[in-house]
């Protein structure tokens, strides 16, 4: 059983930063895939990004390629999603997932369904 904790959500202006954490416990994580995804009011969930532990190989949607950032803490089992540049259409609540298994190249990490771990989300709104 994994468990994930996000945090750092929050207010930020259109074109600002934000860094959102999400702590895994529970299990140590070795070659697993570790997903953000988010919501917004009205929509379905959606991938914005993934990072496979082992070799933190990292995967994006067209949306946030080149201004949001996925890396990872070995130590704190901890990845982060760097938000740069942010625009009114990524507020959204955010969620990092796990899967349970190790990574596997015959899987679309984009799915939501390829995850079996969820954290409780964290609210980020850009205003302009």
């Known amino acids: 059983q994994v468990q994930l904790v996000e945090s750092g959500g929050g207010l930020v202006q259109a074109g600002g930063s934000l860094r959102l954490s999400c702590a895994a416990s529970g299990r140590t994580l070795i070659n697993n895939v570790m997903g953000w995804f988010r919501q917004a009011p009205g929509k379905e969930r959606e991938f914005v990004g993934a990072?496979?532990?082992?070799?933190?190989?990292?995967y994006y949607a067209d949306s946030v390629k080149g201004r949001f950032t996925i890396s990872r803490d070995n130590a704190k089992n901890t990845v982060y999603l760097q938000m740069n540049s942010l625009k009114l259409e990524d507020t959204a609540v955010y969620y990092c997932a796990a899967d349970k298994n190790s990574y596997y190249s015959g899987k679309d990490y984009r799915r939501a369904s390829e995850y079996d771990y969820w954290g409780q989300g964290t609210q980020v709104t850009v205003s302009s």
């Open positions: 990072i496979r532990w082992s070799d933190i190989s990292t």
